[in-house]
C-alpha cells in the first residue's frame, strides 16, 4: 500500500504530515488548530474505511487529544486510555501518523495503546474500566520519587459502569498529579439545571475564575485569628449552595476536585480547562461532553454502527455471522419458553441479540461493562427457576472466572454462556484473542463445553443446552461458517445432539487422524488436501463437544479407525489445560491410544502479540495449514 498516494487521494495534508511528535504540534499556532482537527478526521475516516477500527469513538476526542498533547509533557507525562480504542489521534500526534495505514494489519499499528509500539503508550489498553487503576499506580509511583510528572486519564462515561472504575475512585488521593478526564458522549452521570448549571460550567472554565478563587482564599486565611476559620465557613455556605443549586456531585464527595462539564470538542474551552487542572497540582476530574463520531455525519447519526468498523474488503460484512445467529436461535427459543432471559455486558450488538432486545424487552438485561455482575445475576435468575442466556466475549469472559466457579459450577445452576469471538483475533490482537476460556473452563467441574463450527451445530448445542440442568457454555467464533466445513461434514443436513462428525467412511483407512474443533476443522481440511498430495490419507474427527471430556472420548472412539498411526490434536487455544492436553489424557488412561503417536498443535505459552507484515494470525500462532503438514510428515516417517 502506498502511503503517500493514499493521504492525497481525496484531500491535501497541510499540517499533518510536519507531526513527528507533540513539540511539533506545541509549535503551531492555536489557530491552527480547527484546520489540523478536520485533516485528522478526514483522515480517521479514509483510515478505517480501509482497514476497519474503531471510526466514532476517535472523531469525538480530536480536540481533546489535540489539547492534552500542547498542555503536558508526554511521555515525561503519563497519558492512560482507558480501553485504547480511542487512541487513533494519539497514535497520529505521536510519530505514527506514517504508519497508520497498517492499523489493524498483520506488523502494522495496533487498534489499542501497546507499550512495545511506542514509548508515548504508557500502558497497553483493550478491555475496559483499567485506566484509573492503573493511572493511580502511576501517581503514586511518581509521588514516591518525587516526580512532578502528571498522569492524566482518559476514561470514557461508558466505563463508570465498570465496578473497577469505582473501586480505584475509592483508593484516589488529593495530593497527587493526577487528572481524569471524564469524556462524556452518551449518558448524563452528573446533575445539570438548565442555565445555571450551563453558566456555572462556563464560569469555572474561565481563568479569571481561578485566581479569583485562589486570591480570595489566601486573603481570608490571611486575616489574623479568624482567618482559617472564616475560609472553612465559606466554603461550606459556598459547597452547600452549590449543592442545592447545581446538585451533589459524586466525584466531589469522594474529595476530588472538579471541573466541567463543557463542550469536549471546542478546542480553546478544553486546553484552557486542561491548562489550570494543571496547575492544582492536585488530584482533580475534568468532565467534557464530546460528540461521537464529530464531523462525519453518519458517524454523527448513528454512533454505534461506527464504533468498530469492518475494512472494506471483509468477508461476511453483509452476511450472517454465529452472533447474530445466537440471537436469532434464543430468541425463537424466548418465544417457546418464558423463562428465557438473555444478557449482555454492555455489547448487545456485538453479540447479536438486538432482535432479543426488540422483541422481549422485559426479558432482556444489559447490564452494563460488569461481565462478574452479569454471571453472578445470570446465577440469581437460574436459582429462582429462569433459563438465562448470557453472551460475553472469550476476552472479557476472563473477568467473571471466579462468578462461573462460585455462583455457577458449584450450585449446578443451568446458565448458558454464549461465549462470542472465540479463538484468535485477526483484527484487534491479543487483548481479544479468545484463547484462554477453553483452559480456564475445562478446569471447571459441571461444567459442558459445546464446540459448534456450524449455525446447524450451535442450534443443536443450545437446543442441547436449554434442555439440561447444568451449566453450560456455547462457544463459537467471530464471522461467519464456511461452506467447505458444511459440505464435507453436514452433506446429509443432519444435526443431531451434539458430539463428533467425521469426514471420512466406515471402509477408509487413514493413518493420520486429526481431531480438532470450531473454526480450525477449515484449517485441517487445507492440509487434508496437502496431504493427500503426498500420499498421505488423513481423517478428520471434529468435535461439537469437549467437556465431559469423558463423554468426548467416548465419542471419538465411535470414529477412530483401525488403521490409524499418528493422531493430531489441533485447537487454536492455548496448549496448557487446552482440549489436546485433556482429550490425549483422558483417551490413553482408556487405553484408546496404545501404538498410536500423537502430538498437539496449539497456541503455545504465548499471547500471540507478535507478527510479521503480512503474516497470518494462524501462521505467528503455529496452528495453520504449514505447520500441520510439517508435524503430519515427521510423525509419520
Known sequence: MNTSDNKTENHSIKYLDSINSPDDLKAL????????????RSELVRITSHNGGHLASNLGVVELTMAIHRVFDVPKDHLIFDVGHQSYVHKMLTGRYGKMDTLRISGGISGFTNRSESEYDCFGAGHSSTSISAALGFAISDKLSESDAYTIAVVGDGAYTGGMIHEALNNCRKDLNLIIVMNENEMSISKNIGRFATNLAKLRTTSGYFKTKKATG?????????????????LGVKKSLKNVLYGSNYFESMGLTYLGPIDGNDYEAVE??????KKLNESVVVHLKTKKGKGFEPAERSPEFYHGMQPCTAQNRNGNNFSCEMGKIISELAEK??????????????????????????RFFDVGIAEEHALTFAAGLAANGKKPYTAIYSTFLQRGYDNIIHDIA??????????????????????????????FLSQIPNMRIYTPATFGSLRAAIDDAHRREEPCAVRYPSGGEDSAVLEAFYGDGEYKTPSAVCDFDADESPSLVIITHGRMVSEAMRAKSELAARGISTGIILLEMIKPYGECAENVARFMPKSARSVIFLEEEIRSGGMGMNLSDMMERRNMLDGVRYDTIATDDSFVDKRAVGQSVYNAAGVDCEHIVNVAVKMLL
Not at 499556532?29 to 485528522?40: Q, R
Not at 449446578?412 to 484462554?436: E, M, P
Open 218 to 234: 489566601a486573603f481570608l486565611k490571611n486575616i489574623p485569628l479568624v482567618g482559617k476559620y472564616l475560609f472553612k465557613f465559606v
Open 410 to 439: 458449584l450450585q449446578k445452576l443451568n446458565c448458558v454462556i454464549c461465549v462470542d469471538r472465540a479463538g484468535l483475533n485477526a483484527g484487534d490482537g491479543a487483548t481479544h484473542h479468545g484463547i484462554f476460556d477453553v483452559a
Open 337 to 362: 419458553d418464558s423463562r428465557v432471559c438473555a444478557i449482555t455486558a454492555a455489547m448487545c450488538d456485538g453479540t447479536g441479540l438486538v432482535e432479543f432486545r426488540s422483541k422481549y424487552p422485559e
Open 272 to 277: 484552557n480547562l486542561l491548562r489550570e487542572a
Open 29 to 40: 499556532p492555536k489557530e491552527n488548530m480547527g484546520e489540523l482537527a478536520e485533516e485528522i
